[in-house]
């Protein structure tokens, strides 16, 4: 067996072999220590060979322990060294040993989706570990679980989590559909295999939803969704969602009913705000100023009266300000991030208003826009928000006013139009399918 293994290998330096002889009998061992729990090795194959050796027992370990499986398929020996298996041979035979290294052994707190009420732990890069997380939130004899490898080089494992008594058999259809035709060499984390799914590389809006918490796992699970685990990643890829999904935060639920309703309308307006506001502001200050008082219109071109160019070129001026701003937030070590952030605005928009680049009305558009931009929860949904504000600004240096409403309503057809794996993105509820299973799970 060893030699099979080195001359499929090369005889690579990480390598070990070893040839065990306890006085009785001998037993070939490979493994690679870098991915092996050196602990189960020892407890689970080195003792009971070497020091509690018993013929009998020994064969009877093998045969019937759960971490020993008998793996006579050369060609699978490579396979299993790779994903951290150990292979030994004894009496003639191949068994292969799970002593896959966990790098995790306990959840972490949410970063990405904090919640002030609800639970704080959030999933792990260990697929064995989300699991049991989301088992233990969706404690249901009906909760499906189907495993997969997708990566021709990384041969990531993949979990598709369902409840087969309320998911909608259309879109597990189409899902299935997808992932076979999903052909790459290295997958490495949950937000590459969504975009690998997703079946129009130029759709605007995301039409599957990731997300780090198992609680919202659960949530959408119990409302017929369906659900990917990717080994590597700490993000959940649920399918499908609705355009409501993503300005949905786990705290609405958390909080009284009321007050959960008056946040989410809260967050509506930030969304249109920072979608709209800049392109109403070249709107009026260039094409339409009857939309306001004669006061503040007055106000607005008074504060302008400095600028030496069009509101449309102080307005993507700003704008390429605060992208930078956000981009090296997110880019700088997080411990200056924020800080170097909030410092880079101030400074920049006063000094730019100062200098006469850019009106003061323009700093408090900016501003509002920035901050509307961080109500929204989903970060990918956000990313699409922010780019459909390009396309408003563009259309309102041309068209004014009348370009944007003709543009808002062009957005929302399209979003009646698009799909989310066969469901409608738009809709205020996906039905499940109530069929009874056309297969035996």
């Given at each position: 067996?060893?030699?099979?293994v080195?001359?499929?290998l ?10 065990m002889?306890?006085?009785?009998t ?16 020892k ?7 070497s020091y ?14 759960l ?24 009496e ?7 002593a ?36 233990l939130r ?9 495993k ?25 259809e189409e ?14 984390a ?9 079946n ?11 997300t ?26 649920m399918?499908?969602?609705r355009?409501?999904?993503?300005m ?6 958390y ?41 503040l ?28 701003l956000?981009?090296?937030?997110i880019?700088?070590?997080r411990?200056?991030?924020s ?5 880079g605005g ?11 680049l850019?009106?003061s ?25 922010r ?10 240096i ?44």
């Amino acid at each position: 067996m060893i030699e099979e293994v080195k001359a499929k290998l090369g005889n690579p330096a990480d390598l070990t072999t070893e040839i065990m002889d306890n006085g009785y009998t001998t037993m070939e061992l490979c493994f690679f220590p870098s991915m092996c729990d050196s602990h189960q090795v020892k407890d689970g194959i080195l003792i009971p060979f070497s020091y509690r050796f018993d013929p009998d027992e020994f064969r009877r370990m093998l045969r019937s322990d759960l971490d020993f499986t008998y793996a006579p398929n050369q060609d699978e020996w490579i396979d299993l060294l790779l994903q951290g298996c150990v292979l030994l041979q004894y009496e003639g035979k191949v068994y292969c040993f799970d002593a896959i290294r966990k790098l995790q052994t306990q959840p972490e707190d949410t970063e990405v989706e904090a919640s002030l009420q609800g639970p704080q732990s959030a999933m792990t890069e260990d697929l064995d570990m989300n699991t049991y997380l989301i088992r233990l939130r969706y404690n249901s004899p009906t909760l499906v679980i189907r495993k997969l490898q997708k990566g021709e080089i990384s041969r990531t494992r993949i979990n598709i989590i369902y409840d087969r008594d309320k998911v909608n058999r259309q879109s597990l259809e189409e899902l299935e559909k997808r992932l076979d035709k999903v052909k790459t060499k290295l997958l490495q984390a949950s937000g590459q295999l969504a975009m690998l799914l997703g079946n129009n590389r130029y759709t605007i809006f995301p039409v599957t939803l990731q997300t780090e918490r198992p609680d919202r796992v659960a949530q959408f699970l119990n409302r017929g969704k369906i659900g990917l685990l990717v080994d590597g990643s700490r993000f959940a890829i649920m399918l499908p969602v609705r355009f409501f999904d993503f300005m949905h935060a786990m705290d609405d639920d958390y909080e009284p009913f009321w007050m959960g309703r008056v946040i989410i309308l809260f967050r509506y307006i930030g969304m249109m705000l920072s979608m709209t506001l800049p392109s109403l502001y070249i709107a009026v200050s260039m094409y339409n100023p009857e939309f306001f008082r004669v006061q503040l219109a007055f106000s607005i071109d008074g504060s302008r009266a400095a600028v030496p160019y069009p509101a449309f070129i102080e307005v993507f001026i700003m704008l390429f300000m605060i992208e930078a701003l956000i981009e090296a937030s997110i880019r700088l070590p997080r411990f200056v991030g924020s800080t170097a952030a909030t410092v880079g605005g101030l400074i920049l928009g006063q000094a730019a208003q100062q200098a006469g680049l850019v009106s003061s009305i323009m700093i408090i558009v900016t501003s509002v826009v920035a901050i509307s931009n961080f109500v929204i929860p989903n970060s990918s949904f956000s990313y699409s928000i922010r780019a459909l504000k390009y396309v408003f600004v563009v259309t309102s240096i041309f068209y004014g006013m009348v370009g944007i409403i003709v543009m808002s309503f062009i957005t929302v057809v399209y979003l009646c139009n698009l799909r989310s794996f066969g469901q409608p993105y738009l809709a205020l509820f996906l039905p499940n399918d109530k069929q009874p299973s056309r297969r035996t799970e």
